[in-house]
Nanobody
């Protein structure tokens, strides 16, 4: 059974860089052919796919966030990481990591992904 767990700070100050890590167990992030995604849900709003990294290491970014987003991975730790720079209060959201067999760019429900973490609340505030 694949399990994903998000970790990172729950509070980030405006203009800082948010860094979150997703630790995967029960399966390798290099196993072909999957996409490992970061998704967020701001309060009162729908899901937004921020980006993903494939099992081969190729990254995809949402066009609206591309200039501020970086997704990388550490295969030795079976982890992948999200960095979001220059955060504002509008980046306050629950952040999820997830796995899917295809790239999902406009998710309507987290259950569209085969596996997902429990989510972590990130608040941007001074």
């Amino acid at each position: 059974q694949v399990q994903l767990q998000e970790s990172g700070p729950g509070l980030v100050k405006p203009s800082q860089t948010l860094s979150l890590t997703c630790t995967v167990s029960g399966g390798s992030i290099t196993t072909a052919s999957y996409y490992w995604s970061w998704i967020r849900q701001p309060p009162g709003k729908g899901l937004e796919c921020m980006g993903a990294i494939s099992s081969s290491g190729s990254a995809y970014y949402s066009p609206s966030l591309k200039s501020r987003t970086s997704i990388s991975r550490d295969t030795s730790k079976n982890q992948f990481t999200l960095q979001l720079s220059s955060v504002t209060p509008e980046d306050t959201a629950v952040y999820y990591c997830a796995r899917s067999p295809r790239l999902i760019t406009r998710p309507s429900a987290i259950s569209e992904y085969a596996y997902w973490g429990q989510g972590t609340q990130v608040t941007v505030s001074s």
